[in-house]
């Protein structure tokens, strides 16, 4: 039986026990022969970052002498054939430094103000080619309003444009 | 005269970082100069429960001694030993009924039994009071 562990509520009690208690449950199950990946979602990417230091806590005379090193707890699961725990955190980091990035410097926004000025002209909903953009811009089975003035406007760029989203403010 | 700050708390230990958050505010208050009352309620009060218990980590490859797992009780008795050294009173109460149904009345040293009354008037007579709720 194969299972996939996912690990996605971070930090849960991880000074207390001076570990992650999911991650160390996978330790102890490969222990026991099971054949087990772990996908680490959510803040729980933050585990595969080496730099985490949580020595010092101390309440009194009551010093922790072992914090938890979430860090080579991975590592060690790697090596325990788990590559894909590793992997699949730097993934999901890359995705966050990513999406760090302000929107509109990863997208191109753009506004057509009448996407059908042959049908605005004629005052009628076909456009010049006789299409009725109200009824196919949930389809996209025929080139959309929009696309139709931006192949007129710049061919070439317009198919270095992957659309995400298409808005119809009529709808 | 020293100040008093009131805390509850609601959290079970070894289960989020809120239990060690409250525990490290408890300190900085102790270390301020800072009467401190702690009511804890639901799960909480297994935080001082005298029965927490060290254990060997296999995984980890460290016998009891050298894993030297943390123990909130221990936590605890040493924030009271810290404030009493400083003439200060760490004065954590217990809800009663939390305890019966849990089977936790076997607390450190310390801890009292009491009501949601013992947090209102802990609370009449603090600075401020600070209630950290479960999710």
Known sequence: MKVLNIVEAAYRGTLEEQDDTIVWFCHAMKG????IDVLLRGNAVNYAV?????SGLAFGGAEQTQPPKLADDLAKLKGKSLTATVREAVENEHERERSKI????????LIVP???PDGGEAFVRDTAVRIDMNRDHLLLLLCQGSQL????WEQKRLATLARIASVDPGE | MAKTLTFALMDPPFENARSTTAL?????AVKGGFNVNVFAYEGAVYLPFAKQAQHPNAVHGRSSEEENHPLPRSWIAALMKEAGAKGLKL????CG???DERGAAEAIEGVRRGSPADFWNFAQNSVNTLVIGTK
């Open chain 2, 24 to 28: 490290r505010l408890i300190d900085l």
């Open chain 1, 50 to 54: 080496k730099a985490q230091d949580a």
């Open chain 2, 91 to 94: 004065d954590w109460v217990n």
């Open chain 1, 102 to 109: 302000p929107l509109l410097d990863r997208i191109n926004v």
């Open chain 1, 32 to 35: 026991a022969n099971a054949d």
């Open chain 2, 97 to 99: 009924l939390c305890v």
């Open chain 1, 114 to 116: 009448r996407a059908n």
């Open chain 1, 149 to 152: 003035f931006l192949q007129r």
